[in-house]
């Protein structure tokens, strides 16, 4: 039966395979489920509240993913976009976040109407090869950098921005041990490499008394605190309608180069550089959005730790529907589930980000037009740490270079608008 409704004799996969790869997703993007409460926390909402949204609203959208759009792809509350919730909007703008989450659903509703519309899927299917190809790797770079952070490699520094960090720190040094048994375990195909590092590591981390064993399980506390407390008609009010289209913004685009950056990883474009059943995975994206908000947490999106789960074997829906069963088991395993730490995830991490940096490696070197636009985006997502502002910065370089260039005929209408839209964007910021 699984075979069949997944397709996984198409797909060259098995049940074995596609269920490792969704424990393997799950457990380098676990870090959501207590990260999120913390962050949301700091808005006024109730932490134990935002916990089993956070499991709920991942685990709801990401099977959706999986049964509706037979992809390998999770969804969960957005890093970045709970900050800017929490203290961008809550706490910058001193809007309750009952408002908040108000402007969270109605991004999500408008998400719906652009993809019943077939707008999103025209606009991510007119972005050129090369910055699909660049959103890809700078996807991969700006997972690199995270992964780097959370195994203590590098850290900030006020002169010179990033610095080495404590190389002499033990979690660092088992973070490096396991990226090293990573990718020798994979190099010899071992099936469930990233998931065995991952779980070494955090066993030694518990034996050399660096991270505790927090128990095994209890029961999950109450959604009430912020189950449909979202407020729509404030939300709606005139002088919210920029932050309801700052979230709009933001996850369309962040989306977007998740959505290509994983494709693109795991084969799934076509020769024409299109993502099939793209409406399919839009649809379950707004969804998710206004699922997310219903229940208490900010805007719900497709995660690019799916990559971990993609490169263990995971080619079909039946990866995510196995995340998604993670997520719930998560509710009353959450002492267990919280003894994984970054450092034991972060090889995971910088393993993938290595493999999907090749897709600096497909642009066309011989054309200065196609691959400068390409290294703008791929080195921009890092640097600016944010997805979005990558995009952003590839499609007004794209735009202007082939202009300067003389090259009008390669710049579509919507490479041009886009690129127009963005300059305005940071121009009135």
Not at 177 to 190: N, P, Q, T
Not at 400 to 411: E, P
Request: net charge neutral.
């Amino acid at each position: 039966m699984l075979a069949t409704y997944f397709k996984l004799d198409e797909n060259n996969t098995d049940v074995r395979t596609e269920v490792l790869a969704g424990i393997t997703t799950f457990l380098t993007m676990a870090y959501i489920i207590f990260v999120n409460p913390l962050i949301l926390g700091e808005a006024g909402m109730d932490k134990g509240a935002v916990f089993v949204a956070t499991c709920l609203a991942a685990a709801g959208a990401t099977a959706l993913m999986g049964l509706y759009a037979n992809y390998p792809i999770a969804l969960a509350p957005g890093m970045g976009l709970n900050a800017f919730f929490a203290f961008g909007v809550v706490k910058g703008m001193g809007i309750s976040w009952e408002v908040a989450l108000g402007a969270v659903f109605v991004s999500g509703f408008l998400f719906l109407v652009l993809t019943v519309t077939r707008v999103r899927e025209w606009l991510i299917n007119s972005i050129p090869r090369a910055l699909k190809l660049s959103i890809s790797a700078g996807i991969g770079l700006f997972l690199a950098i995270i992964a780097l952070k959370g195994a203590g490699l590098i850290a900030d520094h006020p002169v010179t921005l990033v610095t080495i960090g404590d190389l002499k720190a033990p979690p660092t040094i088992l973070a490096c041990l396991g990226f090293f048994i990573m990718v020798g375990l994979d190099a010899m195909r071992v099936r469930g490499a990233i998931m065995i590092a991952i779980l070494g590591v955090t066993a030694l981390g518990i034996v050399f008394g660096l991270s505790p064993f927090n128990g095994i399980a209890s029961m999950p506390p109450s959604l009430a605190p912020t189950f449909l407390k979202m407020d729509i008609a404030g939300a709606l009010s005139l002088g919210l309608i920029a932050v309801v289209f700052a979230f709009l913004f933001v996850d369309l685009f962040d989306n977007a180069g998740t959505l290509i950056g994983l494709a693109h990883r795991a084969g799934f474009l076509d020769k024409e550089g299109k993502l099939p059943r793209i409406r399919q995975a839009l649809l379950t994206d707004s969804v998710a959005a206004m699922g997310g908000a219903a229940l208490g947490t900010s805007t719900t999106t497709s995660y690019i730790e799916s990559a971990a789960g993609i490169k263990e074997g995971g080619r079909t829906g039946l990866t995510a529907v196995t995340v998604a069963a993670c997520f719930l088991l998560a509710l009353f395993l959450a002492p267990l589930a919280t003894t994984v730490p970054a450092y034991a995830t972060a090889p995971a991490l910088f393993f993938v980000a290595c493999l999907m940096a090749r897709g600096l490696a497909e642009l066309d070197w011989e054309d200065v037009t196609e691959y400068v636009p390409g290294v703008v985006t791929a080195v921009s997502m890092p640097l600016t740490f944010s997805i979005a502002h990558g995009i952003a910065f590839g499609f007004i370089s794209y735009a202007a270079i082939k202009i300067a260039a003389g090259r009008f005929q390669d710049v579509s209408p919507v490479v041009a608008v886009l690129a127009v839209l963005f300059i305005v964007k940071f121009a009135i910021l």
